[in-house]
Structure formats: structure tokens, C-alpha cells
């Protein structure tokens, strides 16, 4: 099955600094890729996605790369704030109402 | 519009006991899966229902069973609970129009002793 992997675990950054999360994924069947933000005792929030049929998707400080042959996706925060503090969670799919393989998630602190 | 709603919001039981938890998803939508993420993990799949039927499964015993009714809510059953068995079980449902976004609600935290 789809395996999804997540790197670094931890990630601490100045505030209005840039932050990159990564994820890898094994399923060459993948098409959809969410990115995910909880906070602390709160449930998981989409923040962005992509489908395997663009590379890159913009929504004002956040945006997300996709290299299928690769088979990895990156989410890029600029000009962090310390609102974006959280832990990120990376998803793969197979598409339409199908079950999301989720990473074991990110920990990004800014630092104010 | 609300979102996804789930009940109860804390919940604790003794080992060997049943639990039966509640999900109400957005409204409009018919897709409704369920997830348990484990202190410090991501969630993992555990069902999903579309239209009543079930049309997944993840690598969870037979302990665990779930239903959707005609109003699209659902219920996740768990029988001869285990210790392992604590964690926030959420639930997530998406529309027929954007089929592949999944909108979680806010959990249901199990505790067991």
C-alpha cells in the first residue's frame, strides 16, 4: 500500500523567514496531495492541495510543489508568522473519494 | 453552513467495554470516512462509506465496525476495547462535487483504562 513519509519532524524558523516541509510517497497511483494544519487539540484543517496533473499551486503565503517523478510534494510557507506555529500533516490519495495515507506529521514553531 | 459535527467529544471506557461514536457531515455531502490518529501520528484510515455502502477498509480487526445511515450520518463501533485503542477518532466527509477534499470534523478523544 501507499506509503508516506515526512521530513524534517521538527522545524523551527525565524518569524518572517521561509519554511519548506517534504514529503515522499510510494504510490505511483496517487493523484491527490492535501496538506493538513493542526493545532494543538484541534482537528486537522486542509490548507492546500494539488492534483498530479500541475506541478505547483499558489494561495497567498503558502504554496505546494509536486515532482511525480520523484514522487515527492513540498509545502512552502514565506513570511512566516507565529500563527503558522503547528503541526503539518502531508496526505496522498488515489482521487475521488478515496482513503488519504497521511505522513507522521511536521512540528513548525516560529520563533517571534 | 455547519461542519462536520461528532459526539461525543470525550469519552472514556474500561478495558473490554463497546463505544459507539457519531459523525453528522457537512451537509450536502454523502462521503463519510473515518480515521484514528494516535498521540504524535497522523490520522490512519479506518472506514469509508459513500451512499451507505462501505468502499474501504484500513488494516483494522474486526473489532471495529461501522454504519451509514439514509441521512448520511454515520457511527463507528468498537468492541472489546484495548488500551491501543486510545486515540482521537475523526471523522471526514467530502462532496459529490469536490470528491477528493475531505473536511475533518473535531474528534472524538477515547480514553481507555
Known amino acids: 500500500g501507499e506509503n508516506v513519509e515526512q521530513h524534517p519532524s521538527t522545524l523551527s524558523v525565524q518569524e518572517g523567514d521561509s519554511a519548506v516541509i517534504k514529503c515522499t510517497y510510494s504510490d505511483s497511483a496517487s493523484n491527490y496531495f492535501p496538506w493538513y494544519k493542526q493545532e494543538l487539540g484541534k482537528r486537522p484543517q486542509l490548507i492546500i492541495d494539488?492534483?498530479?496533473?500541475?506541478g505547483e499551486k499558489k494561495d497567498q503565503r503558502i504554496a505546494v510543489t509536486l515532482n511525480k517523478t520523484a514522487k515527492h510534494f513540498s509545502l512552502h510557507i514565506t513570511e512566516t508568522q507565529p500563527e503558522d506555529s503547528a503541526v503539518y500533516f502531508c496526505a496522498a490519495s488515489r482521487g475521488a473519494n478515496s482513503k488519504l495515507t497521511f505522513g507522521k506529521g511536521i512540528t513548525l514553531s516560529v520563533r517571534p | 453552513d455547519a461542519g462536520v459535527t461528532q459526539s461525543p467529544t470525550h469519552l472514556i471506557k474500561t478495558r473490554g467495554q463497546h463505544v459507539t461514536l457519531r459523525c453528522s457531515p457537512i451537509s450536502g455531502h454523502k462521503s463519510v470516512s473515518w480515521y484514528q490518529q494516535v498521540l504524535g501520528q497522523g490520522p490512519q484510515f479506518i472506514f469509508q462509506?459513500?451512499?451507505?455502502?462501505?468502499?474501504g477498509r484500513g488494516n483494522f480487526p474486526d473489532r471495529f465496525s461501522a454504519r451509514q445511515f439514509p441521512n448520511y450520518s454515520s457511527e463507528l463501533n468498537v468492541n472489546a476495547l484495548l488500551l491501543g485503542d486510545s486515540a482521537l477518532y475523526l471523522c471526514?466527509?467530502?462532496?459529490?462535487?469536490?470528491?477528493?477534499?475531505?473536511?475533518f470534523g473535531p474528534g472524538t478523544r477515547l480514553t481507555v483504562t
Open positions: 494539488i492534483r498530479s496533473n500541475v
Open positions: 471526514a466527509s467530502s462532496s459529490q462535487g469536490a470528491p477528493y477534499e475531505q473536511y
Open positions: 462509506y459513500y451512499e451507505k455502502e462501505e468502499r
